[in-house]
C-alpha cells in the first residue's frame, strides 16, 4: 500500500523524530511510504487566526502535492483536522478537495482503522495519555466524556497489544492543554495555566511520560516541564508504538 | 495587553484563586455528567432539542404570532421591542403608568444583556435582584459573572462581609446557610414593598401563549405572586412550538445547567392572576440580524443552561467578567460579535478551539466552529490588527514557496532560540534539531 506522509511544518522542523517514526512504523505493517518534498504547511495557522485568504492558496497547494497518492498520513490530529473540517469552508467548490478529504488520515486512525493493525510489542512505562482535543472531538478517535456513548478510543485500542505499557488515570481524561495554536501566544496566561493543570494532573497520576497524537500540544506541555524543571518526559504515539514494537 | 486576553491574565495572576474557580465550576460540569449519565437516551435528546429549535426558528415568525394571540386570549398583553432601549422604555413606561417605583425581579439574562436596572435606577425605580445570587453581585453593583450562577467567582467569605455591611450580619459570618437566611429575611421584606415583579422567560409556548419560568428558590413566584403587575421579558427566540416540545427541554435545561434533573420550581404562566395584570415584552436585540446569517443560526438555539461555560477550560480560568459582556464564555463569544463585532472582536480568540462546548452543548450548537468562523468574519471586516494581518501574509508567502519555506526552518532552527518571543516567557523551546525532516528522509532515501 502506496502512503504518502503529511508531515505538519513544526513538525518537519523542530521534531523530525516524530516524521522519522512515523514512517518506520508505517513500513513496518507493510506499507510503502512517500514524502512528497513540496508540501509545507496545511493552513491551519493562518485560518486558526481568521485570515482564511492567507490559507486558501495553501490549502491548493495541499490538493495538488498530494494528487498522485492512495493515501495520506499525518502524525496530528489537528492537523489532519484541519483537511477534513476546515477546507469545505476554504475551497467550498474544489473538486480536488473531495478526494483530499477522503483519502486523508490522522496517523492513529489510519493503522486502527485502514491498516487494523493491533501492534504487539514491549514498553514498560507507567504513560499518561493527552487526548489532544482535534483528534478527540473533530476527528472522533475516541468517545469523550462529554457525549452518552459507548465508550471506546482508537489510541487506546492500539496499546492493548503493548506489554508493560501502563495507562495512568487522569482526574481529567480529556480536557484542553491550552495550546491551541495562536492562541498560546493570544491568550499566553490562560493557555499556560491550563497546561500547567494538566501536568498537575498527570504527575498526581504517576505518569512517567505524556503521549499523545499532537505534537503542538506536546511541544507545550514539554516547554513548560522543561522551564519547570519537571521529570516527565514527552513522546508522540508515533514514537511509543515504533520502540515498543521494534 | 486589553480585553479578555488581559483580564485573564489578571485572573490568573492569583494563582490559588484560579484553582478554586477552577475547581468550583468543574464541579458543575461533573455534576452534569452524573445526571445526564442516567438518561440512556441523552444523545437523542440533545439532537431533539436541536431539530425543534431549528423548526421554530425556520418559522419563528408564525409562531410569535400565535403566541401573541394566545396570550392575549389568555388576558396578557405583549409588546414588541426591536432594541435593548426599546425594551428599557416599554417596561420603564409600563412601571411609570402604574407609579411603580419598587419592583422585584427574578433572574433574567436578557433584561442583564438590555441593562435594564442601571436605566430604571436613572429614572427613580427602585430594583431588587431577587435571585440570591443576582443579589450578590447587584450589591456589589457588578454584573454577574456566569448565567445560572451570577456570583460563583465569590467566595462565603467575601459574601459574609457583603452581607455584614449591606445586611448588618454578624462580623466574620460565613455559614451558607446561615447567610442565606439573612438574605431570605431581607428579600421577603422586599416582595411584601414591591409593587411590580418582573421574570425573564426561559420557554414561551406558542400554542397556549403561556410562559415558563424555571427557578430554583421560588423567587420568580414570590415576585409576580404579591403585586398587581407581572412584566415578563423574553428574546424572541424563547419560543416553543406546543407543550410537548417544551418536555424535551426541561429535561435537558437543569441536567445540563446544575445537574439536577429537573429545576426545584418550574412555574407556568397563562395570563394574569385575577385582579392582576400580565404584560409580555418580545425583543430582537440583533437576533433576526443572527437568524439571516445561516453559519451563525444554530446560536439562537440556545436555552441559557451554562454548561458551555462549565465545561470551558478558558472560561474556568479566566471568570466571567473577563469576557466583558452580559453573557460570558463560549456562547457569549459567538453571540456578542453579533451585536457589536468591533468591540467584542477579542471574544472569538479567548478559546483553544477544544471542542468540548459543542459537545456538552444540549440543543448541539456548533459553538467552536461558530467560534473559528466568527475569526474569519472579523478578518473579512477588517477588524483585526495590521500586525496580525502582516503576520499571517507574510508567513503565507514564505509557506507558498516550497524554498522560502525551507531556508524559514533553518533560520527558525538556527536563531530561533536566541530571539526573544512570547512564547519563552514561560515555556522552553524545544532542542533544536540540527536537520530537519526532510534533510533526513532524503538521506535515508539516498543511502537506499
Redo the contacts between chains.
Keep these: 500500500m502506496d502512503v504518502a506522509l503529511f508531515v505538519p511544518c513544526y513538525v518537519d522542523q523542530l521534531y523530525p523524530q516524530v516524521g522519522l517514526a512515523t514512517a518506520a512504523l508505517l513500513e513496518r505493517y507493510g506499507a510503502t511510504v512517500h514524502f512528497p518534498e513540496a508540501q509545507t504547511c496545511c493552513g491551519q495557522p493562518m485560518a486558526n487566526s481568521g485570515f482564511f485568504d492567507d490559507a486558501r492558496g495553501l490549502a491548493r497547494k495541499m490538493i495538488e502535492v498530494f494528487a498522485p497518492y492512495e493515501h495520506v498520513v499525518c502524525p496530528s490530529g489537528s492537523c489532519t483536522s484541519m483537511v477534513r473540517n476546515h477546507y469545505p469552508d476554504l475551497l467550498p467548490d474544489d473538486p480536488g478537495l473531495v478526494a483530499l478529504r477522503g483519502k486523508t488520515f490522522e496517523l492513529c486512525e489510519f493503522l486502527h482503522d485502514v491498516l487494523r493493525v493491533r501492534p504487539q510489542g514491549r514498553f514498560g512505562h507507567k504513560v499518561g495519555l493527552h487526548q489532544s482535543c482535534h483528534a478527540l472531538r473533530e476527528l472522533r478517535l475516541g468517545s469523550g466524556s462529554e457525549r452518552l456513548v459507548a465508550p471506546f478510543s482508537k489510541i487506546r485500542a492500539l496499546f492493548e497489544g503493548i506489554e508493560g505499557l501502563e495507562l495512568s488515570r487522569l482526574d481529567r481524561t480529556d480536557e484542553c492543554c491550552g495550546f491551541g495554536g495562536t492562541f498560546a501566544l493570544a491568550e499566553e496566561a490562560v493557555s499556560c495555566a491550563m497546561g500547567r493543570d494538566r501536568i498537575a494532573d498527570h504527575e498526581r497520576a504517576g505518569s512517567e511520560m505524556i503521549t499523545g497524537a499532537d505534537v503542538s500540544c506536546l511541544m507545550h506541555l514539554e516547554g513548560l516541564i522543561r522551564r519547570e524543571g519537571k521529570k516527565l518526559r514527552v513522546l508522540h504515539v508515533a514514537e511509543l508504538l515504533e520502540e515498543a514494537t521494534r | 495587553m486589553t480585553g ?2 488581559g483580564r ?2 489578571a ?3 492569583n494563582g490559588a484563586r ?1 484553582h478554586w474557580h ?1 475547581q468550583a465550576v ?1 464541579f458543575v460540569r461533573n455534576k452534569r ?1 452524573v445526571a ?2 442516567f ?2 437516551e ?2 437523542e435528546l440533545r439532537s431533539l432539542g436541536s431539530q425543534i429549535k431549528a423548526h421554530t426558528l425556520s418559522r419563528l415568525p408564525e409562531y410569535l404570532e400565535q403566541f401573541e394571540r394566545n396570550a392575549a386570549a389568555a388576558g396578557a398583553k405583549v409588546h414588541w421591542a426591536r432594541d435593548a432601549e426599546e425594551h428599557n422604555r416599554i417596561v420603564h413606561g409600563l412601571l411609570r403608568e402604574r407609579r411603580v417605583t419598587r419592583l422585584v425581579k427574578s433572574k433574567s439574562m436578557l433584561t442583564e444583556e438590555c441593562h435594564l436596572n442601571e436605566y430604571l435606577e436613572a429614572h427613580g425605580v427602585e430594583v431588587v435582584d431577587t435571585d440570591l445570587g443576582e443579589r450578590i453581585v447587584q450589591f456589589r453593583r457588578e454584573p454577574p459573572s456566569h448565567i445560572v450562577m451570577p456570583a460563583i467567582h465569590l467566595k462565603k467569605e467575601e459574601i459574609g462581609e457583603l452581607f455584614h455591611e449591606r445586611l448588618g450580619t454578624p462580623a466574620g459570618l460565613s455559614d451558607p446557610r446561615e447567610l442565606t437566611e439573612a438574605a431570605r429575611v431581607h428579600l421577603r421584606e422586599k416582595f411584601l414593598e414591591a409593587q411590580a415583579g418582573l421574570t425573564g422567560v426561559n420557554f414561551a409556548i406558542a400554542s397556549t401563549g403561556g410562559v415558563v419560568v424555571c427557578t430554583n428558590e421560588g423567587n420568580a413566584d414570590l415576585g409576580t405572586s404579591l403585586p398587581p403587575l407581572h412584566i415578563a421579558c423574553m428574546g424572541v427566540e424563547k419560543l416553543v412550538p406546543s407543550p410537548r416540545e417544551l418536555a424535551v427541554f426541561l429535561r435537558l435545561l437543569a441536567r445540563s445547567a446544575t445537574g439536577q434533573p429537573i429545576t426545584t420550581y418550574t412555574s407556568h404562566f397563562h395570563g394574569p392572576r385575577p385582579g392582576a395584570q400580565m404584560h409580555i415584552v418580545i425583543v430582537d436585540h440583533g437576533r433576526s440580524r443572527i437568524l439571516g446569517r445561516p453559519e451563525f443560526r444554530n446560536a439562537l438555539k440556545c436555552i441559557r443552561c451554562a454548561a458551555c461555560l462549565n ?1 470551558c ?2 472560561y474556568r ?2 471568570g466571567g467578567h473577563s469576557y466583558g459582556v452580559a453573557v460570558a464564555g463560549p456562547i457569549g463569544s459567538v453571540l456578542a460579535p453579533h451585536v457589536d463585532a468591533k468591540k467584542h472582536a477579542g471574544l ?9 462546548c ?3 452543548c444540549p440543543v448541539r450548537i456548533d459553538l467552536h466552529h461558530q467560534l ?2 466568527w ?6 471586516r477588517g477588524l ?1 490588527s495590521w500586525h ?2 502582516l503576520v ?2 507574510v ?2 508567502w514564505v ?4 524554498w522560502a ?1 525551507r531556508i524559514a ?1 533553518k533560520l ?2 538556527v536563531f530561533g532560540p536566541h530571539v526573544p518571543n ?9 532542542p ?2 540540527r ?8 538521506k535515508r532515501v539516498r543511502a537506499r
Excluded at chain 2, 435 to 442: K, T
Design positions: 479578555h486576553a485573564a491574565a485572573f490568573v495572576g484560579l477552577d468543574w455528567d445526564r449519565g438518561i440512556p441523552w444523545e465545561t477550560p478558558v480560568r479566566s472569538p480568540f479567548a478559546s483553544s478551539l477544544c471542542g468540548s459543542s459537545d456538552v473559528f468562523a475569526r474569519g468574519e472579523l478578518a473579512r483585526l496580525k494581518r499571517s501574509r508567513a503565507a509557506l507558498a514557496r516550497t519555506y526552518g527558525l532552527r512570547p512564547w519563552t516567557r514561560q515555556r522552553d523551546l524545544p533544536m534539531p536537520q530537519s525532516f526532510r534533510a533526513q528522509w532524503r
